[in-house]
């Protein structure tokens, strides 16, 4: 029997890690010589207090969203995928390769056929680590973060020696046809006769993005599939008895993950830089750990968590730019959210369950003494 609530699990004991991590970078804003409040309105201000902080704060968190989805997946079959950030990347390659090979009339026909080779790109990355788990028990973490490296040296040559226009110096491919650019929401928004969002580059990506957090618990929490992802996950010999093949899950699990991540590409890529550039993915892929374990690994926690770090990301952005806190600083607030989420969760957890438990028991009805019959003495 569960000892708390599941929205204390799903909501409040994430609250209180972010409320101390948060509390935790006051203090070291305080130790620079700066002013905490003065740090928090300048962050608010700047992500939160205009269409166009609220543009690349959504932006961001578009592409922690995919990030996120990603390990998250992975999360439930106990699969620790740090591989989102190589996976990206080639997904950016598929995206691009997509762009670049057909003179697209308009972005609705050239939006689903980059997301499949986005997600086909992502998904190969993801193949190898994961065949080479389930098979030869080579461990997911190791492979896939030498599969970060792989990957950026392959996509490096693929700008130098392959997509780099000729005469070109930028290690960067050629700019998409006009009919692969994504509108944004200044474009969506236009009818309102205002200008919203001037200047931003969040997108219909954003919207892509919503999809596929209800697609992903759609999948999880809603076919024999997810079922047996979720049960491989909880037991492995328990899943093996029920028939379940730890091989194929395993493969599967690694797949819709890299798929996921590979996504990614569609916003960054095809939506903001319309060419395919080297570190287009800026450690997005490595947020996306942060944000499936802040959200539980469940679409609706990657959600809010993903907004949230697209708010430390533009914040971070207006802090370096208007104050003397370096942007570095969201790194640390950042971390502080990873130790608490992760490494540090029992320490709010457990003094939790013990204030639920002692609860319900205080609740809980007391026998009747009264009640009890006894028999006379003969």
Same mark, same amino acid.
């Given at each position: 029997?569960?000892?708390?609530?599941?929205w204390?699990?799903?909501?409040?004991?994430?609250l209180i890690n972010l409320v101390?991590?948060?509390v935790?970078?006051?203090?070291v804003i305080?130790?620079?010589g700066e !002013?905490?409040?003065?740090?928090v309105?300048t962050?608010?201000?700047?992500?939160?207090?205009s269409?166009?902080g609220?543009?690349?704060?959504?932006?961001?968190?578009?592409?922690?969203?995919f990030?996120?989805?990603? &390990?998250a &997946?992975a999360?439930?079959?106990?699969?620790?995928?740090?591989g989102g950030?190589g996976?990206?990347?080639?997904?950016?390659?598929?995206?691009?390769l997509v762009?670049? !090979?057909?003179?697209w009339?308009?972005?609705t026909?050239a939006?689903?056929?980059?997301?499949l080779?986005?997600?086909?790109?992502?998904?190969?990355?993801a193949?190898?680590?994961?065949y080479l788990?389930?098979?030869?028990?080579?461990?997911?973490?190791?492979t896939?973060?030498?599969?970060?490296?792989?990957?950026?040296?392959?996509?490096?040559?693929?700008?130098?020696n392959?997509?780099?226009? @000729?005469?070109?110096?930028?290690p960067?491919?050629?700019?998409?046809?006009?009919?692969?650019?994504?509108p944004?929401?200044?474009?969506i928004?236009a009818f309102t006769?205002?200008?919203l969002f001037r200047? @931003?580059?969040?997108?219909?990506?954003?919207?892509?993005?919503?999809?596929?957090?209800?697609l992903?618990?759609w999948?999880?929490w809603?076919?024999?599939l997810g079922?047996?992802?979720?049960?491989f996950?909880?037991?492995?010999?328990?899943?093996?008895?029920?028939?379940?093949?730890?091989?194929?899950?395993?493969?599967i699990?690694?797949?819709? !993950?890299?798929?996921?991540?590979?996504?990614m590409?569609?916003?960054?890529?095809?939506g903001?830089a319309?060419?395919?550039?080297?570190?287009?993915?800026?450690?997005a892929?490595?947020?996306?750990?942060a944000?499936?374990?802040?959200?539980?690994?469940?679409?609706?926690? &990657?959600?809010?968590?993903?907004?949230?770090?697209?708010?430390?990301?533009?914040?971070?952005?207006?802090?370096?730019?208007w104050?003397?806190?370096?942007?570095?600083?969201v &790194?640390?607030?950042?971390?502080?959210v990873?130790?608490?989420?992760?490494?540090l969760?029992?320490?709010?957890?457990?003094?939790?369950?013990?204030?639920?438990?002692?609860?319900r028991?205080s609740?809980?009805?007391?026998p009747?003494?009264?009640?009890?019959?006894?028999?006379?003495?003969?």
């Amino acid at each position: 029997m569960d000892t708390m609530p599941k929205w204390v699990d799903v909501l409040l004991i994430p609250l209180i890690n972010l409320v101390i991590a948060f509390v935790l970078s006051g203090l070291v804003i305080l130790a620079i010589g700066e !002013s905490p409040v003065q740090a928090v309105r300048t962050m608010v201000t700047g992500a939160l207090g205009s269409t166009y902080g609220w543009g690349y704060t959504l932006y961001y968190a578009t592409n922690f969203m995919f990030t996120g989805l990603a &390990v998250a &997946v992975a999360f439930h079959a106990r699969l620790f995928n740090i591989g989102g950030e190589g996976q990206a990347m080639l997904g950016g390659l598929g995206v691009a390769l997509v762009c670049l !090979s057909i003179p697209w009339p308009h972005w609705t026909l050239a939006l689903p056929v980059a997301i499949l080779g986005g997600a086909l790109f992502g998904a190969a990355w993801a193949f190898l680590p994961g065949y080479l788990q389930a098979k030869r028990g080579s461990h997911i973490v190791i492979t896939t973060i030498m599969f970060n490296f792989i990957g950026a040296a392959l996509l490096n040559y693929m700008l130098v020696n392959v997509l780099k226009p @000729a005469g070109s110096m930028d290690p960067a491919s050629g700019n998409f046809p006009e009919g692969a650019h994504l509108p944004t929401f200044q474009d969506i928004f236009a009818f309102t006769g205002m200008t919203l969002f001037r200047g @931003a580059p969040v997108n219909v990506t954003f919207f892509v993005a919503i999809a596929a957090c209800f697609l992903v618990w759609w999948l999880i929490w809603r076919t024999r599939l997810g079922y047996a992802i979720r049960a491989f996950g909880q037991s492995e010999p328990a899943a093996v008895y029920a028939g379940i093949k730890p091989v194929r899950i395993t493969v599967i699990a690694m797949l819709i !993950s890299g798929a996921l991540a590979g996504c990614m590409a569609i916003n960054n890529v095809m939506g903001e830089a319309e060419r395919l550039v080297l570190n287009a993915v800026e450690g997005a892929g490595f947020i996306g750990i942060a944000v499936a374990l802040m959200g539980r690994s469940h679409p609706f926690g &990657v959600f809010l968590a993903a907004l949230l770090f697209g708010f430390l990301y533009q914040g971070g952005a207006e802090l370096g730019l208007w104050t003397n806190i370096p942007r570095d600083l969201v &790194v640390v607030i950042q971390a502080l959210v990873i130790l608490f989420t992760g490494a540090l969760d029992n320490m709010v957890r457990m003094p939790l369950e013990r204030i639920f438990l002692a609860a319900r028991r205080s609740r809980a009805p007391k026998p009747d003494t009264k009640s009890v019959q006894t028999e006379p003495a003969e």
